[in-house]
């Protein structure tokens, strides 16, 4: 599999009720896997998935989403979408056992951490 940029990983990380996120159909897109499959595995699992490391949107939250990205190609799908914090991105690991998904995963987890420590530089240089 050829190294994502964390440009690309960046890119799918979305703020939604205060906490940065990804969306189930971008984290499948990643992980080479449909949408269906990866929601039906963390349905068998659910348990490992408590509401800070995955939510639903509200319908509202969905539509701002749609609108405030219109030229991103969000899928018009049935559900609502599945949102994944950090620490759900990396439960995720668990239970999609595949070489392509542990990949991505360190990937991701290597994008939160520069985004964490971009935050803390940035926060520095305000405070001087």
Do not use: W
Request: net charge positive; hydrophobic share 40%; aromatic share 10%.
């Amino acid at each position: 599999m050829e190294k994502l940029a964390i440009e690309v990983i960046n890119s799918k990380i979305y703020t939604i009720c205060g906490e940065k996120v990804m969306l189930d159909s971008d984290l499948a897109k990643l992980y080479e896997v449909e949408t269906k499959r990866l929601n039906e595995q963390v349905k068998r699992n659910i348990e490992r998935f408590p509401i800070d490391f995955m939510f639903q949107l509200t319908e509202a939250e969905h539509e701002k989403l749609r609108s405030h990205f219109a030229t991103t190609n969000f899928s018009m799908t049935r559900t609502l979408p599945f949102a994944f914090t950090e620490h759900g991105i990396l439960m995720l690991s668990s239970v999609l056992r595949s070489k392509t998904a542990i990949e991505v995963n360190i990937q991701i987890m290597r994008t939160f951490t520069a985004l964490r420590r971009y935050a803390l530089t940035y926060d520095n240089l305000l405070k001087k």
